[in-house]
């Protein structure tokens, strides 16, 4: 059994143990779904939606730490 501890910004670093189990790299996607009590994470295989696949490297002057602080309260 692994653990992982949820920051602040509810982020979770994957144990590198279960990552290369799971074969994961940087990029892969994951859903996350809720079963009863169980939090089920999986790897999606196929693109989910190739549109926004495509745009995903035009968004990343989005995703910065001023950003973040900024909107961390909505």
């Known amino acids: 059994m692994e653990l992982a501890k949820i920051t602040s910004k509810g982020q979770v670093t994957i144990p590198a143990a ?8 940087e990029s892969d996607m994951l859903t996350f779904e809720i079963e009863g009590d169980h939090l089920i994470v999986r790897k999606i295989k196929a693109p989910v939606d190739v549109y926004l696949n495509g745009i995903s490297e035009t968004l ?3 995703i910065s730490e001023e950003d ?3 909107w961390s309260d909505l």
């Open 18 to 25: 279960i990552r290369k189990a799971a074969q994961l790299k």
């Open 68 to 70: 973040e602080e900024a």
């Open 60 to 62: 990343n002057e989005w």
